[in-house]
């Protein structure tokens, strides 16, 4: 079953905060991974394999670095969704 | 070499007697035992023939964020735990970034983040294995963390010699200072080593008190029923400064952090050298490296282990080192209550010596009942004793698998 997509920003909200600490709230769609949100590439990478874990997706190494910007890996997510 | 005088202003711990150098330091003059079951399922898993240890009496993750347990080796947790106790306690000096040390030591490193990556790559493969095990898993994980968590950037170090780690890096910290390197360092050692395959390893080797029916009492040092030592893990760690920089700002000074003295047996890779002539060169050179001779030393803080073989050869070394002088030393076994910290033991017995010497009390061993004949020492037993006013020195021992020796004198001031 395919989640919407608030479901996935909200669960990446969950999944960056686990790692990072930051508070969910900070999670919007607009915010940048890097500029806005501060989230290095050893993080990004644990975050893309709990958000492939938790949302039954594949994000390849390669697309991760199209992946911008918090709705960037919502809409990819979502894509991916059968 | 610049030969300013090294003071210590801060001390921090984490350790199976309390969560701060002032909870475990109390425990310690109570003489109480941090040493207790162990309630692991893989103790009953793997059939450890042995069940109790020194775990923190203060977990890590009562102190630290979600983040901080998530994204460091318990190693480095303690380390960060203390060493943000030891920069309070230091009145957070005020210090040129580039002027801040960090020299902490560890024997075995980050064994939990090893081996539990080395399971998630077998069990889940490739793709969930940790991007953070290697900054965890390394030696100097605890050493890169302090020096970021306080932003030191004169050199951050990490010896590795087993048990004379902590003692080492307390070294360390001591040159960088005397050589005009940096203004204030934060030194000492972590271990956090309660994992299942060290057990394993020194039970093998028969280094273990198997006293499983009594694990308070089962560290005995210089008891003739000591049947080896118990495992615990934590971490102590000090603010040393250069006297000039300590007294400019004000400090409340704990010590004189006055010399080191270290040597290797080049005997056996785990057994100690029975006559003890590699740790009687370690003692002798610290006590003449603060210009002081073996009649100025009040009080030693022992290796002490509890192991049948280490403790004669201790007693043997202090004999060799000091001879008749040796009687005017009186002999503090620390690990009675402790534990053996492993890595972090030198440096939490180097803060034990410290608070000895500041506060004129050195702590009685605990579990001493029949006291070995072939011990030459005047072990403290019963009573805390009371040192000397006036000008005083002690000594801090601490040796390793490796044949490792390392000893610190501590001088009032």
Known sequence: MSASEQEILEGLAEIINEETGLDPAEVAAEKSFTDDLDIDSLSMMTIVVNAEERFGVRIPDDEVKNLTTVGDAVKFIQSQQG | ?413
């Open chain 2, 1 to 413: 070499m610049t030969n300013r005088r090294v003071v210590v202003t801060g001390l921090g711990a984490t350790t199976p007697l309390g969560g701060t150098i002032t909870d475990t330091w109390d425990a310690l003059l109570a003489g109480r035992s941090g040493i207790a079951p162990m309630e692991h399922d893989w103790v009953e898993r793997y059939e450890l023939p042995v069940t109790f240890a020194g775990e923190l009496a203060v977990p890590a993750a009562d102190v630290l964020t979600k983040v901080e347990v998530r994204r460091m080796d318990p190693s480095a947790q303690y380390a960060v735990i203390a060493a943000r106790e030891a920069w309070a306690d230091a009145g957070e000096p005020e210090v040129d970034p580039e002027r801040l040390g960090v020299a902490i030591g560890t024997g075995i490193g980050g064994v939990w983040t090893l081996l539990s990556q080395w399971d998630v790559l077998k069990e889940k493969g490739l793709r969930r294995v940790f991007p953070l095990a290697v900054p965890m898993l390394m030696p100097n994980s605890a050493s890169g963390n302090v020096s970021l968590a306080l932003g030191a950037r004169a050199g951050a170090h990490t010896t590795v010699s087993a048990c004379a780690s902590g003692a080492e890096s307390m070294g360390t910290g001591y040159e960088m200072i005397r050589s005009g390197k940096a203004d204030v360092v934060v030194a000492g050692g972590t271990e956090a080593a309660i994992h299942p395959i060290c057990f394993a390893g020194f039970a093998q080797m028969q280094a273990l008190s198997t006293r499983n029916d009594s694990p308070e009492t089962a560290s005995r040092p210089y008891d003739t029923t000591r049947d080896g030592f118990v495992m615990a893990e934590g971490c102590g760690l000090i603010v040393m400064e250069s006297e000039e920089h300590a007294r400019a700002r004000g400090a409340r000074i704990y010590a004189e952090l006055a010399s080191i003295g270290m040597s290797s047996d080049a005997h056996h890779i785990t057994a100690p050298e029975p006559e003890g002539a590699g740790a009687s060169r370690a003692m002798r050179e610290a006590v003449e490296g603060a210009g002081l001779a073996a009649s100025d030393i009040c009080h030693i803080n022992a290796h002490a282990t509890s192991t049948p073989v280490g403790d004669v050869a201790e007693s043997n070394a202090i004999r060799r080192a000091f001879g008749a002088a040796a009687d005017g030393m009186c002999v503090s076994a620390t690990k009675s209550m402790t534990g053996h910290l492993l890595g972090a033991a030198g440096a939490l017995e180097g803060l034990f010596t410290i608070l000895s010497v500041h506060h004129r009390i050195a702590p009685a061993a605990i579990n001493v009942t029949d006291f070995d004949p072939e011990i030459a020492l005047d072990v403290i037993r019963g009573e805390n004793r009371t040192l000397p006013s006036g000008d005083i020195a002690a000594l801090n021992n601490s040796f390793g698998f490796g044949g490792h020796n390392v000893a610190l004198v501590i001088k009032s001031i």
